[in-house]
Structures are given as structure tokens and as C-alpha cells.
Nanobody, 125 residues
Framework: QVQLVESGGGLVQPGGSLTLSCAAS????????MGWYRQAPGKQRELVAS???????DYSDSVKGRFAISRDNAKNTLYLQMTSLKPEDTSVYYC???????????????????WGQGTQVTVSS
């Protein structure tokens, strides 16, 4: 089983910055794509940014130029640097990862698709 734990959320004024982190743990053999999603009350979960193992990134138009996604493969950790925050960025932010893990009981590898529990980001004056 692969667990993802987000941190770094909080309350920030418009125009401010926050950095989110997501630490992956468990019997991880490899992590392929990772991404940040967000979901505001009454809205569907949407992709904010994604990054491949090789470092290729993609962003939603609403955050392009303001947010930066990065990962540390040695630490199995994902980051999201958020700048010039706007009230409309207020959401619960979720970390997502997919890859391959090892089941010690069966001695086999399996594909996983895991989500974190979410961290609240509130942008308000």
C-alpha cells in the first residue's frame, strides 16, 4: 500500500505565496506520474499540475505562470509552489501518484493509483 501525505496548506492573503508538499511512503518500487488536483465546495475535482518521472510538466490555464510543480525522486516527494494567489485558488488540494509497488506477502509487484487526504488552501484578506 502506498500512502500520500500532503502538508503546507493554510490561510494566505491575495497575492501571497504557499508551498505544498506531498510525501509518498510504502513499498514503493517506482513512481511514474504525480500531480496536484483541487476541489472547491460544490465543484468537481480538477487537475492543477502534473509532472512525469522525467520532469515534464503540465499546468491548467488558470495557474500557468503562477504555480510551479516539482518532485524529488530520491525523497519520493512532490511540491507545488504557489505564488500570486487569488481568492479563486481557495480549495482543498490533493496529491496524486501512480506507479509500481511491491507486495512482500505475495512477492509480486502491482500498479497503484493513490490519493492523499487533502490540504486546505484559503486565499482571503
Amino acid at each position: 500500500q502506498v500512502q500520500l501525505v500532503e502538508s503546507g496548506g493554510g490561510l494566505v492573503q491575495p497575492g501571497g505565496s504557499l508551498t505544498l508538499s506531498c510525501a509518498a511512503s510504502g513499498s514503493i518500487s517506482s513512481i511514474y506520474a504525480m500531480g496536484w488536483y483541487r476541489q472547491a465546495p460544490g465543484k468537481q475535482r480538477e487537475l492543477v499540475a502534473s509532472i512525469t518521472r522525467g520532469g515534464n510538466t503540465d499546468y491548467s490555464d488558470s495557474v500557468k505562470g503562477r504555480f510551479a510543480i516539482s518532485r524529488d525522486n530520491a525523497k519520493n516527494t512532490l511540491y507545488l509552489q504557489m505564488t500570486s494567489l487569488k481568492p479563486e485558488d481557495t480549495s482543498v488540494y490533493y496529491c496524486h501518484a501512480e506507479g509500481r509497488a511491491y507486495n512482500a506477502n505475495s512477492g509480486t509487484y502491482y500498479r497503484y493509483d493513490s490519493w492523499g487526504q487533502g490540504t486546505q488552501v484559503t486565499v482571503s484578506s
